[in-house]
């Protein structure tokens, strides 16, 4: 059977409430609570319409029913470009499905919620990245998806960097003529450049694990794990 479903947070829990607590979509707008929620809300926050849901999956369109300020300038388009889109779907690209493997819409007619992983596809073509968790209401036989972007472009972007700037290290250590090695707190090698190959006749990956003191010639092993000692206390 089917795991529970995390809970939703705040913001979108807020708003199906308000959904389940109306017949008609179109008085939406004039709730306070929900004007609330738009105006001082840190995520883009939307309501959108599935269009012919129980069709093939080639036909589904999803459409603007209502959005916040936020969620506009996250997608770099205008309201009404967003409002007139014929499905708003094809102004974003996917990258991962968060809690479940079968397709979002799938998941969303199954009841939901569903989470992911998306960027849009920003007319001025900057780069961005969002979280999204979405969930379905069914209103007057219609369905409709709540949804929430949160804006993890600079945290998506520190990542990339920091990911370059580990490989350029890598490479620099990995290709350069000393013998470079980290130690844990018992003097035994976690890590052995490449070239202690040719210092010690050794392949790095026969050194992790062992001491450092077991390559010290026996006179020399008193000084070594003194040496050890203070740098260790360093």
């Avoid at 990339?160 to 470079?180: C, P, Q, V």
Wanted: charged residues 30%.
């Amino acid at each position: 059977h089917d795991s529970p479903q995390p809970e939703l947070p705040g913001a979108p829990r807020m708003v199906m409430d308000l959904l389940n607590s109306r017949r008609d979509s179109s008085v939406l707008v004039d709730s306070d609570l929900l004007q609330l929620i738009y105006k001082h809300s840190h995520d883009g926050i939307q309501i959108s319409e599935i269009v012919d849901y129980l069709s093939d999956k080639s036909k589904r369109k999803r459409r603007m029913v209502m959005c916040n300020d936020r969620y506009v300038q996250m997608s770099g388009f205008t309201r009404q470009q967003l409002m007139e889109a014929d499905n708003l779907n094809r102004l974003t690209t996917s990258y991962r499905n968060l809690r479940h493997d079968m397709g979002d819409m799938d998941r969303i007619l199954q009841g939901g919620p569903v989470s992911g992983l998306s960027s849009w596809n920003r007319p001025d073509g900057k780069e961005n990245y969002f979280e999204w968790t979405a969930a379905p209401i069914h209103v007057d036989g219609r369905l409709y998806v709540v949804g929430v972007d949160r804006d993890i472009t600079e945290k998506k972007q520190a990542e990339k960097t920091l990911r370059k700037s580990e490989a350029l290290f890598r490479a620099l250590i990995e290709n350069s003529t000393d013998r470079i090695s980290i130690l844990d707190s018992s003097g035994r090698y976690t890590y052995v450049s490449s070239s202690v190959l040719d210092v010690l006749g050794f392949k790095p990956e026969e050194l992790i694990g062992t001491s450092a003191l077991n390559y010290l010639h026996p006179d020399d092993v008193p000084q070594g794990r003194e040496v050890l000692k203070e740098i260790l206390t360093t």
